[in-house]
Each structure stands twice: as C-alpha cells, then as structure tokens.
C-alpha cells in the first residue's frame, strides 16, 4: 500500500468497496485515474454523487429510479395486468434482455431468510399485496429463484392471493437449458425437468 | 479439527453471496457436525459446485481447509427431496435456522444427522399435517437429547415419580416436570395435563390437547436452550407446522 498521502490512501481504500476489488486493483485504478483519466475521473465522481443522491426506489416496482415511477412502469405500451416478481434488480436486466416479457415487474430485493432475519416487510410484501388488490393485476408471475428460500418466498406470496379472484399466479418452467447437451445437465435440473415433463400428446 | 475430507455426506443450511460469483455456504455434515465453506465460483453457470444451491439435497461433499472457512472442492448431488407443499417447506426452512443455530461448529452429530435426513425423506412424501408436527417434535426431542439436554416426559423431575394421567405439572425447561396438583382442578396457567405429556411421550398427537401441550413444551425447551437467540421464522410463517 501506498503511504504517500492521506488523500490518495482514503481513495484506495474506499475503492475497494466494489466488488472484486482488492487493495492491488484499487492502487491500479487510483494510480490511473491521477495520471492518465482525471478528466474521467471527475465525471466518474459527479455521476456518483448524482445517483447516490438521488436514486431511490420507483414506488410502483422497487426497481432503481430517480423519479417517482421507472421508466419500465410509466412506459404505456407495456401490458400494466401482468406483473413479474423477481429477487433482484439484475433478474429484471436478465429478463429484459430476452425481450420476451411485455408486463410489468416487482423487486423483493432479496428472499425470506429466517436465518439472516429477512422477514416480508424487508422485502416490500404488503406493498405488494396492496398492488393485486387494487385490481389492475390478472397474472402474477413469481420468478424467485429456485432455492429453498425462493422457493419459500413464492410459497408464502401464492398463499396469501391464491384466494384473490380472477388473479392468475404463474411460475417459471424449470428444466433443461436451451441449446443444452442432456450430458452436460446438472443432476438436479435433470430430476426437477423430470418431474416437470409435459405431455407431447397436449403440446405438439 | 478437521483439514481435509472426500464423498462426505452433507445438508446445506445456509448459503451467502459472497464476492462476484462465490458463496459461503454453511452446511450439516454428517461426521463432522456444522461447518462454513467457501464455494468458488459456485454461482458461475458451469461451476461444477454450481448444484450446491439445490433446495432440500443431500448432497456429498469434499473440502480442504484449516481453520474456520474451509473450502469446497467438490459437491455431488446424492439425494433430492421433492418437498412442494409450503407446511412441510416452512419445516425445512424452520428446520435449517433450528440446526443453523443450535449446532456448535465442527461439533459432530451424526445421530441428528440421520434423523434429519429421514425427516427430510418422510415431509418429501407425507403431507399430514398431524403427522408432520409429530415428527418435527420427536425431531427436537432428540436434537435436545443428543445436545444434552433430554427431556423426560415419562417422570417428574425431582422424586422420578411416574407422571400421572390424573395430575397436572409445571414445565421447567432447566428441571423438567413438577406435579402441581390434580387435572380435574382447573389446570393453572403454563401447566400441562399429565394424560397430554404421556401421549406426547409415547408419539399419540392425534388430539388437540397433546398436540398444544407438546409444542408448548417443547418451544419453552427449545427457547431455554438457544438463550438469547431467537428464531425469527416464528415471527413470519405464523400458520405454519413449525410453530
Ligand atoms: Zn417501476
């Protein structure tokens, strides 16, 4: 580590607070930013500053926004009944990105986690349950992942609407990867695409 | 302390984020008692120690390590549970904060191990809700009696006198029984019925008196033993067979 000065030394140090920076990458980037990018450096600093400052949660989704509603929940050719719930912000990245899904999201960020004490209210769930009882929602998605806590936390989402009427509560089809060689499956996602096999007879 | 070990057999209890594509995963072994392992790359989409976030698994594991965080080497899938209804998925949630906060590390106890993993076997086929909280009683029961701290719901606490269908007792979960006077008088607040604790001790929750008195004593036994840890799945899966 450095020494040279107390200024330089607290910007190594807080650098490493981004993931998979250790003190060696935190000097390099330092140590780039004074000699080479100070121009960068300075609009790298104002950009933090902005969004630390400013971005909070949209009040509809929980997804990162500055303003009031995201771009995603203001955007009116998106189907406004249909509401994807998922654990993270980067699951919303993941499924934009197939370009599939027209509707709407809900962040939890995060799943129930006795054990880390993350109960409901962490995760937003009245708010939720407030959203489907407005009446706007006719499906409801839950895309949590498919660990035991997700797995719980969908649980526990299913049944406090299973008895709202005229909802639809969906889940993600577990099985085989597309463009995936059985060969080289995990064996757990063989078993659950084998307990979850459909019928041909039905689909084709 | 244990450095090293191969094809052992192991439940996952916990698993965090840690790093970009790691995780710390707090696992149940069956020889070694509870231990911490780091899963490089385990969150990488062609990790081989990718499966280790398979819900409700035996799983066989190998690691390297000294100290307090050892590392994971490999992990096979060796068993999987297919647990669908959310009574018997809350008892497994309840199950690994139990265990999570109960066990010591490195303290071994294959007995509860076992028994944990025919538990596991029988919530992935019985979805009886009175048989379900049997089996999670019976489950503390020995858990309390392989740490030491057994409950005899056979005998009072003191004199060892049978405990009487007729008579009501106390419940000190330090002590154990203590015979506070006769059932038909009403039964005083935090007593027990003796003819309740005798069915209990002898797996008969078929009625609704043994079956509160069975997770009344038994949450008061369990609450003594963790001290000032609580477990919070208490405060969020409120309807659930873990209460
Ligand atoms: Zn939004």
Redesign the interface.
């Known amino acids: 580590m450095s020494k040279v000065s107390p200024l330089v030394d607290g910007l190594i140090e807080s650098i490493q607070c981004l993931p998979g920076v250790g003190p060696k990458s935190a000097q390099r980037m330092v140590l780039h930013l004074l000699e080479r990018e100070r121009e960068g450096g300075k609009i790298l600093s104002e950009a933090l500053r902005l969004a630390l400052d400013s971005v909070g949660q949209c009040q509809k989704c929980r997804i990162f926004s500055e303003d009031n509603l995201c771009s995603i929940c203001k955007n009116e050719k998106r189907d406004k009944e249909v509401i994807c719930v998922v654990e993270s912000v980067a699951d919303v990245f993941a499924i934009e990105q197939s370009n599939q899904f027209r509707g709407r999201y809900f962040i939890l960020h995060g799943h129930l986690s006795p054990i880390d004490d993350i109960g409901p209210e962490q995760l937003g769930l009245n708010q939720l349950f407030l959203l489907v009882r407005s009446g706007e929602i006719s499906e409801m998605i839950l895309a949590t992942n498919s660990t035991l806590e997700g797995e719980a936390t969908a649980h526990f989402i299913y049944d406090a609407l299973k008895d709202v009427e005229n909802l639809d509560l969906t889940k993600l089809a577990q099985g085989v990867p597309l463009g995936g060689e059985l060969e080289y499956v995990d064996r757990g996602t063989i078993m659950h695409a084998f307990s979850g096999r459909v019928n041909l007879k039905e689909t084709i | 302390m244990v450095n090293r070990a191969t094809l052992e057999e192991a439940f996952i ?4 984020s840690f ?2 594509t790691s995780l710390i995963v707090d696992a149940f072994t069956q020889n070694y008692g509870k231990m911490s392992f780091v899963a490089k790359g385990a969150k990488r989409p062609k990790s081989g120690l ?2 280790i ?5 035996v799983f066989s594991i190998s690691f390297t390590g000294k100290g307090d965080l050892k590392t994971l080497t490999q992990c ?2 060796i068993e ?1 549970f ?1 647990i669908s209804s ?1 009574v018997a ?2 008892c ?3 199950l ?2 139990l265990l ?1 906060k109960t066990l010591e590390k490195e303290d071994p106890h294959p007995e509860i191990f076992n028994q944990f993993k025919m538990l596991c076997h029988n919530l992935s086929k019985d979805q009886n809700q009175e048989s379900i909280e049997l089996q999670l009683r019976s489950f503390e029961l020995i858990l309390l009696q392989e740490l030491g701290y057994g409950i005899d719901l056979e005998k009072e606490a003191l004199s060892g006198i049978p405990i009487n269908v007729n008579s009501s007792y106390s419940f000190d979960p330090a002590l154990g029984f203590t015979k506070i006077g006769e059932a038909e008088v009403e039964l005083a607040a935090g007593g027990f019925l003796g003819k309740d604790i005798l069915s209990f001790a002898k797996g008969d929750l078929a009625n609704t008196g043994s079956r509160s008195a069975s997770k009344k004593i038994m949450r008061r036994a369990l609450d003594f033993h963790l001290g000032n840890k609580t ?3 208490r ?3 409120i309807e659930s067979g873990a209460q």
């Open positions: 209890l916990h698993t965090r790093k970009e990718r499966v976030q398979t819900p409700t698994t096979e899938i999987h297919r959310k998925l809350s497994i949630i309840y690994n904060e999570t477990l919070n799945i405060k969020y899966l």
